[in-house]
């Protein structure tokens, strides 16, 4: 699991822009090296309504970037657990087991980039995990 604080990032110039002089600045979340090789299959808004939890799943050929946009969430990827709260962005991998659940008292909303290997892969929903949520 990679998880990116961004809150704690500093702004800096847009690499087109006059570094002396700015007219956009961005935090960098994330690079190239940072992803598999493969091709941007979705980007979804989502919304996990407070008390609610999605399935433990995996998927076979794709990689997903979750950037929190509001709320807090606990999310579980294999057997690691983190805390997620507005401007945090993890990395989900390739097969990794993963499951969010809200835990505060308003919506997360969030955004999913699902990077694919293009090999066909499917999502499987792991009912086989016992998850203690």
């Not at 979340?29 to 299959?41: A, E, N, P, T, W």
């Not at 998927?59 to 983190?82: N, P, S, T």
């Not at 990794?96 to 699902?114: A, L, T």
């Amino acid at each position: 699991m990679k998880i990116i604080r961004s809150g704690q990032l500093q702004f800096i110039p847009a690499s087109h822009e006059d570094p002396k002089a700015p007219g956009v600045l961005k935090k960098v979340l994330l690079q190239r090296d940072d992803f598999v090789d493969g091709k941007v299959r979705m980007i979804n808004w989502a919304l996990l309504p407070a008390g609610k939890s999605f399935r433990a799943h995996y998927h076979e050929d794709m990689e997903e970037v979750f950037i929190i946009l509001k709320g807090m969430a606990m999310i579980r990827i294999d057997k690691e657990e983190a805390v997620l709260e507005k401007e945090d962005v993890v990395v989900v991998p390739i097969g990794k087991v993963h499951e969010m659940k809200n835990i505060g008292e308003e919506d997360i909303e969030y955004i999913v980039v699902g990077i694919s290997e293009g090999k066909g892969g499917k999502t499987v929903v792991d009912d086989f995990v016992k998850s203690p949520w």
